[in-house]
């Protein structure tokens, strides 16, 4: 599902973020990407997403070289990817049912069918009681839950999640853990960056250290 063939990324003025990164992932895995903070672990999200592109080697996602694709085969790969990133914003003058309808809306699904898969999603993650509330309302692991809800609603192959427990207590973070691990079951690639591995026991570990692999 994932490849990645050493991997370099080097932002200007000369930062390293990722030295000759090599490692792969198959479909149907759980994988937890750890490190402290400035390890490397949101250019490697970043990378599988084509937000970032690498300085020098390949990454491959699907069996596609993500770093080369042109600007208009970025939607094709986005489609396919459930993403969780720590700078996108919910809409919080919309409803927790229209956050989670957006991404369906913008490819022109049927309504009836998108009404039908936005329910489906907010059950997932425990919030199909809270469909009208906007969410300025919900508490912190709620939004992070309407969060994941948005990045399913696709039935993406592969869930990407960057820090998706950052900033939650104990008890949030373990219940937000728990629906990775629920996706994953389902069958469901599951790729986290965290600082906190242990909150996902199922998964295997990668190690980062200053861009690079701890053995
Ligand atoms: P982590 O997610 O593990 O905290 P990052 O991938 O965010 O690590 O960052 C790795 C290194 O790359 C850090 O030194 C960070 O400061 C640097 N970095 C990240 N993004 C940029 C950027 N857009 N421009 C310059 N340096 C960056
Ligand atoms: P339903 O048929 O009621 O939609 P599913 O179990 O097939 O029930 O899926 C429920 C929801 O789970 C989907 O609408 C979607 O939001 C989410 N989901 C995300 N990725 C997947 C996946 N790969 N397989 C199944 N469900 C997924």
Redesign the pocket.
């Known amino acids: 599902m994932i490849r990645f063939d050493r991997v370099a990324k080097r932002y200007p003025p000369g930062i390293d973020a990722l030295s000759t990164l090599s490692f792969e992932m198959a479909a149907g895995e759980i994988l937890v990407v750890s490190g402290h903070s400035g390890a490397g672990k949101s250019t490697l999200i970043k990378l599988i997403a084509a937000i970032e592109q690498p300085t020098s080697g390949a990454v491959l996602v699907g069996g596609r070289n993500v770093g080369g694709l042109a600007r208009s085969a970025l939607p094709f790969l986005r489609r396919r990817l459930?993403l969780v990133l720590q700078d996108q914003k919910l809409l919080f003058d919309r409803s927790v049912f229209e956050n989670v309808m957006l991404p369906l809306a913008i490819t022109g699904f049927p309504p009836k069918e998108a009404t039908?898969?936005v329910r489906?999603?907010l059950d997932?993650v425990g919030l199909a009681a809270r469909e009208k509330a906007l969410p300025i309302a919900l508490s912190g692991g709620e939004q992070q839950r309407l969060a994941i809800a948005r990045a399913?609603?696709s039935?993406?192959?592969l869930l990407l999640a960057d820090e998706p427990t950052a900033h939650l207590d104990a008890e949030t973070a373990t219940d937000v853990a728990r629906i990775f691990h629920e996706?994953h079951r389902?069958?469901?690639t599951v790729l986290i960056a965290t600082y906190d591995g242990q909150l996902f026991p199922e998964a295997r570990t990668l190690r980062l250290d200053h861009g690079h692999l701890v053995p």
């Open positions: 459930g039908q898969r489906a999603a997932k399913v609603v039935r993406p192959a996706f389902a069958g469901v």
